[in-house]
């Protein structure tokens, strides 16, 4: 055989056992990680100049990594922040697979430089890139990390949404901004992002798909599950990603751990317990803001939601089922107000049947079930409420003490009508007083006048308000000018008949 | 004079012939194009701006530097070892203008590379604002793109110490007799004093007097920026506290009165004010702190107004001039390295020495502890060594030659906007060149004439 013979068929035989390997390399990547040969993982959905440089670099990676940790330390001591997010690409790029290196860079972006800015918009930037880190580069390395959802779905639940950040209800604002671009600027329907339609339906998927990395049917299947969700606030977005954790997990159960499965649900039932405190989204066209209303909707499945974790939880499980009290407690006032008075009876009775030796009012120790009606409940949780330092709570006590207050002068009760809004007025007095001056900004309540205003627009919307004799009845009784666009033909319809009940 | 020139051009040749210049010019080029398409910046046109200034200059700083060294150590050693500069030193030539030349074609070279990758970095930056919105483009050249003074409160140490004494002495009087720690008490009593001046109480203004000095002719229309850093005694809820800004005099000035602002501690945050001071140019600030607890305004770097003072291409030149002036020193340690030591020996020297500058902070740690041994956070207690003795006050000495070349930052300055000025450049020249270099060369240049240039040949 001559030399360049042979030299060619080595050549050949060495393209033959490449592409043989080639094949057989994702089954023994698979076998390497559930026999747990290594402690090295390979790396997923890597970009062929990052494979290269951690494999390259091997155990050089980590003293890089440490240099550049030590860098961007001493520059956020020196309030240098621009070099950050490069910083923070480059040790998480040197080190994929070490979980707490994306945590702890996340968080420092989120929590950390964030608030280190005076304007909000800054603020808003540095938030968004933690939760990029985490989505778009993190779960991108490492999809089958339960602790980088946890941390998303936190981000999500506490950066944004609660009000511990000034700027809390900017970011909420242009979160929604963001997710209602998503939505074609109207109601959220998923079924239209499943499958599209049109050419924006699909652009919008798309962008869902690419830049938000959501999958719409996984998010209609959240949405079944725990919501009905408003998808345009952050809490809709914990659950979401929380669950994708739990998928995770239960796809992977060797890498599953105990305690990192009870966080996610813990944020899924504490997301969903703020779902249905301020789950609904409400614009208001004067100040082209927004407002919170209830979402009472999802009451069952939050309560569902909350004997589940109990169930789950046997370590937290009083404290679980206290909160569950607790949740039951608010719901019923809140049907109350809104009107839905047999729901809240309903609630009521499970309520009383599920905890009947526990008070119903905090400190009245004889406000047992067996001794307070539903009536005489909501009665004296108006009291508590006039005391209340929860601006959710607040907000909706005064959302109901308006719809209360126009239903009242609809029906002519017009010592109603004033009794209600008069209350509204020392609910609204006795809440501001309470809150100290630096406080008012973050939570504060807005202008009574606008809550008002903003709950008889409801009220006389032609789509959503009342009816449109009720709404003439209303208009006529606080003198404004008759409607513009005429009611549709109602022939042979038979007569509206308003109702208390 | 014509002498010196031959050498440097000689040095010239050989940086061609070796193809130095070539490379070094292409890895400058190709830091200066190439970096902006790596590096990812904090999404504002502002940010990248300022990760651009930073990492462009810092490896042109890097590349220059590295190549200096080399060239430096190169050019002499190689020429010893491989007899060539027998060939010079028998012509009518002094020792000292062969060294002295070859330093010059060594900083000819490096103005050459400088001025070549500085005006790519100028254009470039230049280039990229225009392509930014309007708004953008705004806040670079007000903020970024400029050469900004700064004026600091009138000092007041003297005030305090003055106060300090006063008190101290009325105790001693109301106490005489008393056995105390006098050096403590009198440390206690600053520090009181000393708080009055920074603190900010609670739901009260705390007043400002800042002198523009002979600035105010030209500031009237202009922007003033103030940067300020306040500390807090208690954790807020939110991690931030409230406050407002108020600027002048009432019935003397025009008020200006900033919305509420939410700012985080111990940290510096910067934002535009009016230039609203008075006739004899003192800016009046005033800050209502709107929280439950008193903020305190250090003393040191509480408060600091910048404003518009020149151009930023003047201010890069400079910048440039005392990158330049670091070059000059390590062009003259790679050669006093050189008069030596043989190329390797040197090169490494020259590294070493460049290395220990760079990692000083250990040193530094050293000399604010009091001891090599370190501080314990667990103990809150500083270990101590009898070699601290000597290794301290040696370290204080290195530290002061150290940062006699240190103390200057033009990236820093370059990238945040701030004024580098003529008198930062001409001490720098002075420090750096004439004091640290001037004294090495003349090392090298006496260790270079007294040199037997004969017994360095190599093994050809």
Redo the contacts between chains.
Sequence with gaps: MSSRLKKFLLLLLAVVLLGGVSFVQKSLNRDRDKLGLTRVQHLENAPPVLAFTTLALGGFRGLISNALWMRASDLQDEDKFFEMAQLADWITKLEPHFVQVWLVQAWNMAYNISIKFKDFPDRWRWVKHGIELLRDDGLRYNPNETLIYRELAWFFQHKIGENLDDANMYYKAEWAREMHEIFGRKKPNLEELIHPQTADQTNRARLLVEQYKMDPTFMKAVDERYGPLEWRLPEAHAIYWAAQGLKRAEEHPTKMVKDDLITLRRIIYQSMQLSFHRGRLVSLPFTKAFEFGPNLDIIPKVSAAYEQAAQDEESNRDHILRAHRNFLRTAIYFLYEYNRIADAAHWYKYLCTKYPDKTLIDGKGNSLPANLTLFQYVMAQIGVDINETSRDRVQAALEGMFRNAYESLIMEEEDHFAGYKAMARQIWDTYQSKIPKEGLGRVGLRPLDDIDREMLNRFLDPEGGVPFEARAMLRTRLGMPAETIAPPPTTNAPPVKISSS | MQRLLAITWLTWKAAFRFRLFLVVAVLLLGAVVGLPLL??????A???T??LV?YTLSAITALLGLSTLWLACGTLARDIEECQIQMVAVKPIGRWQIWLGKWLGIMSLNAALLALSGASVYGLLQWRATRLPANEQKILRKEVLVSRGSVLPKNVDKKIDAETDLKLKERLQKNPGIKADIAEARRQIREGIKAEYQIAPSGWPHEWKIDLGLAKHSLHGQPLYLRVKFNAAEK???????GIWGIGVPRKTPLWRSE?????PD???E?EIPPIFDDTGVLTITFVN???TALLFPLEDGLEVLYPEGGFALNFVRGLGIIFCWMALLAALGLASASFLSFPVAAFLSLGVLTLALSSGTLSNAVSEGTLMGYNEETGRTGHSVLDIVAIPVFRAVLQLINLAKDFSPIDSLSTGRCITWTQLALAFSQIVLLLGGTISLFGIVVFTRRELATAQGNQ
Excluded: V
Excluded at chain 2, 39 to 44: A, E, F
Excluded at chain 2, 236 to 242: K, P
């Design positions: 590096i990812k910046d904090d999404g504002t502002r940010g990248f300022q990760i930073t807020s809820a939110s991690g931030t506290y409230q509420e602002m939410s700012l985080a940290t510096f945050h934002f709107l929280n439950n």
